[in-house]
């Protein structure tokens, strides 16, 4: 079964940088059966809310919140999605998710999670 190993994340003054990856690890056959990639991050008491997504052929999408801030890319021949997040500030503060979509199984595979914490 596909397993996603994220990191990258920590504490990081407003305005810094950090870049998450997640790593795929299975079957030849289950990682490329893998199109969509993206991530998703959760603060204590919200919504969960898609933060990017990328393709297989490298279609992107962004939440508005992070335009211009935040670049998705993703290596297939190393099976990972990376996450460049720039010219962070505190509300960006939250658990971010990792997740890969298999479409001919109709199936999500998600992260354990990674903290990123903003300061002041």
């Known amino acids: 079964q596909v397993q996603l190993v994220e990191s990258g994340g920590g504490l990081v003054q407003a305005g810094g940088s950090l870049r998450l990856s997640c790593a795929a690890s299975g079957t030849t056959f289950e990682i490329l059966s893998i199109n969509v990639m993206g991530w998703y991050r959760q603060a204590p008491g919200k919504q969960r809310e898609l933060v990017a997504s990328i393709t297989r052929g490298d279609t992107t999408n962004y939440a508005d919140a992070v335009k211009d801030r935040f670049t998705i890319s993703r290596d297939n021949a190393k099976n990972t999605v990376y996450l460049q997040m720039n010219s962070l500030k505190p509300e960006d503060t939250a658990v971010y998710y990792c997740?890969?979509?298999?479409?001919?199984?109709?199936?999500?595979?998600w992260g354990q999670g990674t903290q990123v914490t903003v300061s002041s």
């Open positions: 997740y890969a979509d298999r479409p001919v199984r109709s199936f999500r595979y």
